[in-house]
């Protein structure tokens, strides 16, 4: 069984920055791809960032490009998203997902594609 959990959630003023974190456990099996995705208030879950662990390709949609940085620490199965420049429209809950298998880049932002799902950090852009 495999868990995730995030942390670094919380509230920040527009144009703040703060880091979440997520770490796998419960199986020594390393993640090939790990990312983030978030859901506002009446919106579906979207897709966020997504990175290979093994050899750092990242991906990111358009919305956080630039303000974004997704990494990895493969030997501890953890992910992390460094949010800088935030906007209020940035205000959602953000869930770690991570999948064991390679996915095609086509389908890296699919929620489908992964099977584990970690029970989401709340962020607030606000003043």
């Known amino acids: 069984q495999v868990q995730l959990v995030e942390s670094g959630g919380g509230q920040v003023q527009p144009g703040g920055s703060l880091r979440l974190s997520c770490a796998a456990s419960g199986s020594t099996a390393t993640m090939n791809t790990m990312g983030w995705f978030r859901q506002a208030p009446g919106k579906e879950r979207e897709f966020v960032a997504a990175?290979?662990?093994?050899?750092?390709?990242?991906y990111y949609t358009d919305s956080v490009k630039g303000r974004f940085t997704i990494t990895s620490d493969k030997a501890k199965n953890s992910v992390y998203l460094q949010m800088n420049s935030l906007k209020p429209e940035d205000t959602a809950f953000y869930y770690c997902a991570a999948r064991r298998s390679r996915v095609i880049v086509s389908a890296i932002s699919m929620r489908e594609m992964y099977e584990y799902w970690g029970p989401g950090a709340q962020v607030t852009v606000s003043s």
């Open positions: 990175i290979r662990t093994s050899g750092r390709d990242t």
